[in-house]
């Protein structure tokens, strides 16, 4: 299990050196140049490229990669070109929202989704199966932001019993930081839900038709025990797996998510600095998110051992 | 030894107070929500340096912590605002300047004429306006801590015109070790003398800006009229938030989440008309002016004609309505100098009375021995206003015989395209769409797009000599009415040769609550002071 650890752990060193060459070259390859964003419209070409200059813009670019690169072995991201901010203090700023907004999301996706599988596979072929089925086609179909203006309107307009927009820290309380957390977790999670509904419904399928299931039953074993202790534990494999998957597309709508909720999070972060081609930004957060990700996906493997203990690395 | 009620109920209460402290203090030194005014503005703030760019955002931000030294009123008079009085030598090249009293910079230190001779010359170092004023400055000495002059080489018209410039980049005056910063570096800073305070704690880069009252600003007495007069803060802090998503800020302009919003989409202004807690008004009433810069380095419009022919060919009105819809809000306008300012006329603009009118393009076009190469127009898919006009254009040109191509990217790579001045083939471009203030098209001087010293100017690169002697004798002109007809000769010599062609005026309202009030009308920027909250 350790050198499996130790492994993959090394593999992420390797996953992160390929995305941070691959995202420096699409950056600096792409069109657009920050120096003229930063001066404005009205600025000449003399003053673009005179902050150009002093922005080490027109350095070949394996001289910046160089730069870049020697700052990250020292645990420097480099600073935003526009506020010349850290972009570790940027990203440190912004992580709370995120984090707070995908483990909202991810809780509430889990709960709703494995019940509704569970129950979905427990009623397979009658009108609560289908109508599971619908549900989860009408929310992955739906686009986040429709979803999320929906929402607002509904219950912040119209009722208004929620914010419409904004994040409140946790340290503001439990209830105001949860308050602005409903709506968009509901917005983000719907597709999720989905997902992991979907999934769930057809590896508990598979499970209630192996042969243990038919004993337990044969032996008097209730309904509850049937499907919670012996069928879900055995369909715990692929739903773990479609979680984990699930966290990428997580990451993915969270973006739109705080577009629209207005939460100050890195996704919002990253797409500011795409639309201004804030370079430190962009590769800061692509190259954090990319270690992440493998990370993510090593602690999914890692908790088959919980649920399967035949699985062993 | 048992513990007392009495001592319980004492050491419980003084826990309590000790706890509630950090809490009380916190709200004796918050500003609560009925004195501050929270607003979503046209863009995120994320240079704060006014001399370092051009963008109006960063003008924002200026006029809530800077100070000018003079500033236009209502009536586009210059007004002295920092400056106390000011005199000018019998030869009109000595201008001598004393400050106002009780001057003070956030930070707590007076302000001088070293940090206005700083500031001045910082910012002379990177605006259009002022570098053409200074090109006639021998010298800014300082008499004493309240008192300098500008001593020129030969008489120059628009010296104070120059100081009250209201379009970035702003003359605004920084405290003299910021101001000595290289003008090609950005000053980081945010330590101004004017009417609020930049609060660095409570702000958070991306999301909000946080702006106190300053209670050591001393105004002026006289009442507020555009930048001039009293600039007197009536609130305690105001919070720029940083909102991306339109549909979300107009929500939470209703739910009264946010008291100000300067530009709502045009679509949802009927929503917000029948709301009766908010309030529309067109602040910026010379909005802005669309523009179609033509690339003078290649052919077709290298040719006169075939610029020229543009004029023709574009149809102001249906551009507006693609993208603005309602006509309370836009106009057609042929004045270089935009038509809402001191300089518009309507001389030698027969080619827009006559209206749209495609065979006279396409006969011009011919003239100029158009061949059918591509003409690459740069179209910015994310900003509504270029990516409608860009497919209109096209349109157009198609119907002219024209071979347009639409070269579709975001603004962010047409800054870049457009800077380069090699032909289509090898990456350049003939035609992109952007626009100007009203405020900025009325000065032939300050705005940048009036230039015509070909590759040294602005992209397009137009040249005419005539034009910019034009431009010089505008600038040395001493009265109004002089200007006037100077810029009359401008339009007359710029509608033969067309450095760009214009596609029309807009100025959308802003959208407020009902119970905030006293924005002050200005082009191109909000100004908090004067603003309440009943």
Redesign the interface.
């Known amino acids: 299990m350790l050198s499996f650890i130790v492994h993959r752990l090394l593999s992420t060193v390797v996953v992160m050196a390929i995305v941070a060459v691959c995202i420096f070259l699409l950056l600096h390859l ?4 920050p120096a ?10 003399l ?2 490229d ?2 150009r ?2 922005l080490g813009l027109d350095d070949p670019l394996a001289v910046q990669f160089a730069r870049w690169l020697v700052g990250i072995l020292k645990g420097d991201l480099g600073v ?1 070109i ?4 850290p972009v570790s203090k ?1 990203i440190g ?2 992580i709370e929202p995120t984090v707070s907004l995908a483990l909202t999301t991810l809780a509430f996706a889990v709960m709703i989704a494995i019940s509704f599988g569970v129950l979905a596979a427990w009623k397979v072929g009658t009108w609560i199966d289908r109508l599971v089925m619908v549900l989860s086609v009408l929310s992955f179909s739906v686009p986040v932001f429709v979803v999320g ?1 929906l929402l ?2 509904v219950f ?2 119209k009722l ?1 019993w929620l ?4 994040y409140a820290p946790i340290v503001d309380g439990f209830a105001t930081w949860i308050r602005h957390l409903i709506l968009p977790s509901l917005a983000l999670g719907l597709a999720y839900v989905a997902l992991i509904a979907r999934i769930t419904r057809t590896a508990m399928l598979d499970a209630l038709a192996e042969d243990y299931i038919r004993t337990a039953r044969a032996k008097g074993v209730a309904t509850g025990p049937v499907l919670m202790k012996h069928a879900l534990k055995n369909a715990g494999v692929p739903i773990l797996t479609v979680i984990g998957i699930g966290i990428a597309l997580l990451i993915g709508g969270v973006v739109i998510t705080e ?4 939460i ?1 999070g890195i996704g ?2 990253v ?2 600095a795409i ?3 804030d370079y430190p930004i962009i590769q800061g957060v692509t190259l954090i998110f990319s270690g992440v990700y493998v990370i993510v996906n090593l602690l999914v493997d890692l908790s088959y051992t919980l649920i399967d203990p035949r699985i062993r690395y | 030894m048992a513990t007392s009620r009495r001592t319980f109920v004492k050491g419980t209460a003084a826990s309590a107070a000790a706890v509630s402290a950090p809490g009380l203090l916190m709200a004796q030194t918050t500003p609560s929500d009925a004195r501050t005014v929270r607003a979503v503005l046209h863009a995120d703030l994320k240079i704060f340096d006014p001399i370092w760019t051009t963008a109006n955002i960063t003008g924002d931000h200026s006029l809530l912590i800077y100070d000018t030294l003079f500033g236009l009123d209502d009536a586009r008079n210059v007004q002295p605002q920092m400056v106390d009085k000011w005199s000018i030598s019998d030869d009109k090249k000595t201008y001598t300047f004393t400050l106002r009293d009780g001057l003070k910079f956030h930070d707590g230190q007076a302000v001088t004429s070293s940090d206005v001779v700083a500031s001045v010359r910082r910012w002379a170092a990177r605006d259009g306006a002022a570098q053409h004023l200074f090109k006639r400055v021998a010298d800014t000495p300082i008499k004493d801590d309240n008192t300098f002059a500008i001593v020129l080489k030969e008489p120059y018209g628009l010296v104070l015109e120059a100081l009250a410039k209201i379009e970035t980049n702003l003359p605004v005056i920084m405290r003299k070790k910021d101001a000595e910063t290289d003008p090609n570096q950005q000053v980081t800073t945010k330590i101004g003398s004017g009417p609020f305070r930049f609060n660095e704690d409570e702000t958070k880069s991306g999301q909000r800006y946080v702006y106190d009252k300053f209670t050591g600003y001393v105004p002026r007495k006289e009442p507020p009229s555009g930048m001039a007069g009293g600039k007197i803060a009536k609130i305690d802090r105001v919070i720029i938030e940083n909102m991306a998503d339109e549909q979300t800020a107009v929500a939470a302009l209703k739910a009264g989440e946010i008291d100000f919003y300067e530009i709502p989409p045009i679509d949802l202004l009927d929503q917000l008309e029948g709301d009766k807690n908010i309030k529309l008004d067109v602040l910026n009433k010379g909005g802005n002016v669309g523009m179609c810069r033509l690339n003078w380095l290649h052919p077709p419009f290298d040719k006169v004609e075939a610029r020229q022919a543009m004029l023709y060919l574009i149809k102001q009105e249906d551009i507006l309505k693609a993208v603005f819809g309602n006509p309370k809000y836009y106009r057609s306008c042929a004045s270089l100098f935009a038509c809402t300012g001191q300089m518009q006329s309507d001389v030698n603009t027969d080619w827009f009375k006559g209206g749209q009118n495609i065979a006279k393009a396409r006969e011009l076009f011919t003239k100029a021995g158009y061949d059918g190469r591509p003409v690459v127009i740069l179209q910015a898919t994310n900003i509504a206003f270029m990516n409608n006009a860009s497919l209109l254009v096209a349109q157009w040109l198609k119907e002219a015989g024209v071979n347009a191509e639409l070269a579709a990217s975001d603004w962010g790579a047409v800054v870049t395209r457009r800077a380069v001045k090699k032909p289509v083939a090898e990456g350049g471009w003939n035609i992109f769409i952007t626009w100007g203030s009203g405020e900025g098209f009325d000065n032939p001087i300050g705005f940048v797009a009036h230039t015509a010293n070909g590759e040294a100017g602005w992209f397009g690169w137009p040249k005419d000599d005539l034009h910019e002697k034009l431009r010089d004798d505008w600038a040395l002109a001493s009265t109004l009415e002089e200007r006037k007809a100077v810029a009359r000769k401008l339009q007359e010599n710029a509608w033969n040769y067309v450095p760009m062609v214009l596609l029309g005026q807009w100025a959308p309202p802003v959208a407020r609550r009902a119970n905030v009030s006293g924005f002050i009308p200005l082009p191109a920027h909000v100004p908090f002071w004067n603003v309440e909250k009943t």
Not at chain 1, 163 to 166: A, E, K, R, T, Y
């Open positions: 792409s069109p657009g140049d003229a964003i930063i001066v404005g419209d009205n600025a000449t070409q003053q673009i005179a902050v200059k002093q935003s526009f506020s010349h901010e940027l700023q912004r203006y607002i309107y912040s307009i208004g914010p419409v927009q904004g577009t629209v909720f207005n100050p919002r972060l797409v500011d639309s201004q081609r």
